[in-house]
């Protein structure tokens, strides 16, 4: 027996970010539909899964055809059965993360992002399993007193998140 590793390269749209799970079910689709359009009935979204057994198709939804097209795409380069891709427009994942981490069928998430992202795929002779995610760069130093200023300032721009 043995593996291969695969990189896979994630193309995220402009203003959009990714969210990259595993889940278990088929209704998977659905029931991540439904977080979407109630926790924020404003987002825009789409949805894909990669089924893993019967007919093995990559299941989809969404409100926005751009990003369930995306979705679609990522979902087929990624390849490994029970993965599932939301790319989301007009929200942040922090949004809706514990929705989705509440979703019955959802196993994990391997990330939420808007950087680059590359994907490890292992491939053996039963298929394709996600391994683990490259998201954005390495540290390039530690912060200092000017960098935690810019850091409060922008987490006060974007979401009012602290006074």
Same mark, same amino acid.
């Given at each position: 027996?043995? +593996?291969?590793?695969?990189v896979v390269d994630v193309a995220i749209p402009e203003n959009a970010n990714i969210i990259l799970g595993h889940s278990h079910f088929i209704k998977t689709? $659905? @029931?991540l539909y439904e977080v979407m359009v109630t926790t924020n009935p404003n987002l825009k979204f789409g949805i894909a899964f990669n089924e893993a057994s019967g007919p093995c198709l990559i299941r989809h939804e969404g409100n926005d055809e751009e990003l369930v097209n995306q979705a679609i795409e990522t979902a087929k380069? +990624? =390849?490994a059965g029970h993965t599932f891709v939301i790319y989301i427009r007009g929200g942040y994942p922090i949004n809706i993360l514990n929705q989705i981490k509440n979703v019955q069928e959802v196993c994990r998430i391997y990330t939420a992002t808007a950087n680059p992202l590359q994907v490890i795929v292992g491939i053996t002779s039963q298929g394709r399993a996600v391994l683990g995610v490259v998201d954005g760069y390495s540290p390039k130093g530690v $912060? =200092? @007193?000017e960098d935690k200023r810019k850091r409060h300032a922008f987490l006060r721009e974007i979401t009012k998140y602290k006074k």
């Open positions: 027996m043995s +593996i291969q590793l695969e689709v $659905e @029931d380069k +990624i =390849g $912060e =200092g @007193d």
